[in-house]
């Protein structure tokens, strides 16, 4: 996702948005921020790939004007999460602090932040969308 932003001392700065999808994994912890339980070492490689591929074309962008960050979305309804939630959204839904699943409006009012100017000092972070699930697994 691409958008133009302006701020005092800089026009026509873009913000670009990397999203590491569905990153909660089935012990409700987040490949690339904490161990899961499943062997899914791939998919929590490839997780942790995106989140420090956004923070090093941050470093690099940022003098270009071009502004980087993430977005680490939890547990949303999806065809990949469909099975899973089958068997398990209750119990994830017990260790969720909101008690509810990820919204299109969740993750579409983030987006929108990150590519506005409210978010040019935001540099090189990936925001998790996850209801706390992370947060209250300490």
């Known amino acids: 996702m691409i958008s133009k932003q302006t701020n005092e ?3 026509n700065a873009v913000s670009v948005l990397l999203v590491a999808t569905d990153v909660v994994s089935v012990r409700v912890s987040a490949p690339g921020l904490a161990n ?3 062997p899914v070492y791939a998919y929590s490689a490839s997780k942790a790939a995106v989140i420090h ?3 090093h074309l941050a470093a690099d962008l ?3 004007n071009i502004n980087v960050n993430g977005i680490a979305p ?3 309804h999806s065809k990949m999460t ?3 939630l089958d068997q398990f959204e209750e119990a994830l839904l017990a260790k969720t602090p909101r008690g509810r699943m990820g919204t299109p409006e969740d993750m579409a009012g983030t987006a929108i932040y990150l590519s506005s100017r409210a978010s040019a000092w935001v540099v090189g972070h990936t925001v998790v969308l996850d209801g706390g ?4 697994a300490g």
């Open 36 to 38: 899961p339980t499943m």
């Open 53 to 55: 591929m956004t923070r």
């Open 82 to 84: 469909a099975g899973l």
């Open 133 to 136: 699930i992370i947060a209250a």
């Open 9 to 11: 001392k800089v026009t």
């Open 62 to 64: 940022a003098r270009e």
């Open 74 to 76: 939890g547990f949303f």
